[in-house]
């Protein structure tokens, strides 16, 4: 996914949660308004694709995989 494309889909949502590793980022879209580079530095792997998982929860976007942050967007599995 080209970075143009990267950064409409940034345009879409209000929060985004990002993992690297055991690191966990949020972006508050409205509140913080984070520049270009920094959106393409938490949505873009090294290859300059989109990283994944990538997924859209109403008006988030999660990036990366992380335990802890899935449980707190989807709940408990019972």
Do not use: C, W
């Not at 879409?12 to 984070?34: C, F, H, M, N, Y």
């Not at 990538?54 to 709940?75: A, D």
């Amino acid at each position: 996914m080209p970075a143009a494309d990267a950064l409409a889909l940034a345009k879409q949502v209000d929060r985004i949660v990002a993992a690297k590793g055991s690191k966990v980022v949020t972006l508050d879209l409205k509140k913080d308004k984070p520049d270009a580079e920094t959106l393409l530095s938490v949505l873009l792997g090294p290859t300059g694709n989109l990283r994944a998982p990538t997924f859209r929860v109403g008006r988030m976007l999660v990036v990366g995989f992380h335990e802890e942050t899935y449980r707190s967007v989807f709940g408990k599995p019972s």
